[in-house]
């Protein structure tokens, strides 16, 4: 007979304890960006890409941005990244669905590649526009 302990399964639905303490931890990162401005805190992580070359990757501003929509300035957020502002309702879509969907044992929803190079193809091209020199463009 062998004592070893069989591993956990990889297709199992995960317990519910990590699945009740996402919403509060979610919770917990919007009150502190409400209280605590990243402008002007300096306890946020910096932007190494920003830091090594100058420029501004697709996410830099993003907490800046969350902070303002917290505040429900959402032109000032949509100035700090625009990107940040248009992603935030669908990725908590779906992540609440896909919460949701593991909290009932469902199966996961599946993400087709396509999502994958889309998303990809987005990020490079809002990182090269942000950059560009053009008045008012997303800056």
Partial sequence: MDSRPTPP???APPSRGWILLAGPAALVGVVVLFVFDPATHGFYPF???HR?????CPGCGGLRAVHQLTHGHLAAAWRLN????????VV?????RWLWRRATGQPAPA????WFWLLL???LAFGVLRNLSWPGFFR
Avoid: E, N, Y
């Fill in 47 to 49: 932007c190494l890409f």
């Fill in 111 to 114: 993400v087709r590649p396509v």
């Fill in 92 to 96: 908590a879509g779906a992540g609440g």
């Fill in 121 to 123: 193809a987005i990020l």
């Fill in 52 to 56: 090594l070359t100058g420029l501004d």
């Fill in 82 to 89: 625009a990107l940040v502002v248009l992603a935030l309702p």
């Fill in 9 to 11: 399964r990889l297709d």
